[in-house]
Nanobody, 120 residues
């Protein structure tokens, strides 16, 4: 019903920047919350940033002041601007969208992830 695709990951040096994009598509009536999560091997997936349908944002303490989440409702897309990247930001970043589908049910959709690697 709903598909989520991330893009924009890559390899950067510490202090550099990347912008991740997440596009939701399919049988979508509306998108409520959207969020970015990250995970490294042996670690639990953690919330990096989230944004509500009203534009309210929330960030993990480790990324406050460096990352910025935004959304383009017309494109069903959420972005994560990552600045002043640190090696500890290295992870697979996943996008999540909590949506109401055209069928009327609510769906929590996950993307396949995009790798972000920050070298020292």
């Amino acid at each position: 019903q709903v598909q989520v695709v991330e893009s924009g990951g890559g390899l950067v040096q510490a202090g550099g920047s990347l912008r991740l994009s997440c596009a939701a598509s399919g049988s979508i009536f509306s998108i409520n919350d959207m969020g970015w999560y990250r995970q490294t091997p042996g670690k639990q997936r953690e919330l990096v940033a989230s944004i509500t349908s009203g534009g309210s944002t929330n960030y993990a303490d480790s990324v406050k002041g460096r990352f910025a989440i935004s959304r383009d409702n017309a494109k069903n897309t959420v972005y994560l601007q990552m600045n002043r990247l640190k090696p500890e930001d290295t992870a697979v970043y996943y996008c999540n969208a909590f949506c109401r589908s055209r069928l009327g049910d609510y769906v929590s959709a996950w993307g396949q992830g995009t790798q972000v690697t920050v070298s020292s």
